[in-house]
């Protein structure tokens, strides 16, 4: 039987069907070349460098590999296309495309590194060694400072899954009731001086009436760092008889809708999980004046130089202090600089600087580090540091 003849419409289809192949695989490459990427996708952390032709030459294999890096991370509209897959896979199958993000139930997301999960199943509690470790850190920290006339607060920030379990996948269960952070003020309440403010009591009761965390974020929002800071200046009034937190009459509620927060851009998908922005307004005037550090003035420990800032109020009665804080603690800034006549915040997970904290000569030092850091052995780590 004889084969029909192609006729020109065939070759039409045939040749558009090979220019639009040819054209899709190319745009990768001409994206690169033309530098096309979707602004403001941020995937927390930094993207492989581009190879020097000095690695081709010194070490072939590392300059490949490095290569081959730099092209998975730059490609062109890779950041359109990790959207376009977040929202589809996340749409259709309830799946989060990173590992670092689980999805929860009533549109909230979860963090799941840095052994979240471990944490709050309970998987692995501290032994009594690492506890001991612990109170002779925070002993040996508050000792460094009364010798100097200040006084030292330690406190931790919950995670989100300690505070809203009820929205986490049903398949994550405990295996005990008792986490590292339960035997952790336990064990410092009963074997130390050291002053140690739970926050989860607080912060429980607070979401009955509002919500205190960011769905699609692993911090708390704004009315969430209220809470914590009202709870601060429990003990910090009874120091400071002067310094007393503002109540709630003091600003106004606010609230819109916004982008998703960290979690859902680990996802590549912000604009899918949107985030009702829960804040709140000061009705007066704040009395701090903000500014950043120089980079003459920073320590050893600070994890992000360039986010390190300080704060003064013209009141030279009010003392002086210093917030040690990871990125649970950017949220009180505003709050905390209000009641001191110099605050610096320094972003540190743990760290403790003893020469930035001698030229700053605070009269209050607090320390926070957030819940799921517990796992991280930070006592041997800085076990020869004040």
């Known amino acids: 039987m004889a084969a029909r003849p192609v006729s020109r419409f065939d070759r039409v289809v045939q040749t558009c069907t090979i220019v639009l192949f040819l054209g899709l695989i190319s745009l990768p490459a001409l994206g690169l070349i033309f530098q096309r990427q979707t602004p403001g996708f941020n995937e927390k952390r930094a993207l492989a460098p581009a190879p020097t032709l000095s690695q081709a030459w010194y070490s072939p294999t590392r300059f490949i590999t490095g290569l081959r890096a730099y092209l998975d991370d730059h490609f062109g509209f890779r950041s359109t296309l990790i959207r376009w897959n977040g929202k589809f896979t996340a749409r259709a199958l309830s799946v989060s495309i990173s590992p670092s993000v689980i999805i929860g139930r009533d549109g909230w997301l979860y963090y799941a590194e840095d052994h979240i999960l471990e944490d709050y199943r309970c998987l692995q509690p501290f032994t009594e060694a690492e506890l001991a470790q612990w109170a002779g850190l925070l002993e040996r920290r508050q000792a460094w400072l009364q010798q ?159 986010s390190v800032q300080e704060a003064a109020v013209a009141d030279p009665g009010l003392p002086r202090m210093v917030l040690l804080h990871d990125s649970f603690g950017v949220a009180l800034v505003p709050f905390l600089a209000e009641h001191f006549s ?42 020869d540091r004040p």
Request: contains cysteine.
């Open 148 to 306: 100097r006339g200040c006084r030292y607060l330690f406190f931790v920030a919950p995670n989100e899954h300690t505070i809203y379990p009820e929205h986490l996948p049903a398949t994550l269960t405990r295996v005990r009731d008792t986490s590292r952070l339960d035997q952790l003020l336990a064990y410092l309440r009963a074997h130390t001086t050291v002053t140690v403010v739970d926050l989860r009591p607080a912060l429980l009761a607070a979401k009955a009436q509002e919500r205190v965390y960011q769905k699609t974020d692993t911090h708390w929002n704004e009315r969430g760092a209220f809470i914590a800071y009202q709870e601060l200046f429990k003990p910090i009034h009874v120091w400071f008889p002067r310094v007393r937190a503002l109540p709630r009459q003091a600003f106004a509620d606010t609230d819109g809708m916004g982008p998703g927060g960290d979690l859902a851009d680990l996802m590549g998908t912000p604009d899918l999980y949107r985030e009702e922005v829960l804040g709140l307004r000061p009705l007066e005037p704040r009395r701090a004046r903000m500014s950043l550090w120089p980079a003459s003035r920073l320590g050893e420990f600070v994890d992000r130089p360039s």
């Open 342 to 383: 110099r605050s610096v915040f320094i972003p540190t997970t743990m760290g403790f600087d003893a020469p930035v904290l001698e030229r700053e000569q605070p009269d209050l030092v607090l320390q926070e580090i957030t819940e799921r850091h517990l796992w991280i052995d930070y006592p041997d780590k800085y076990q």
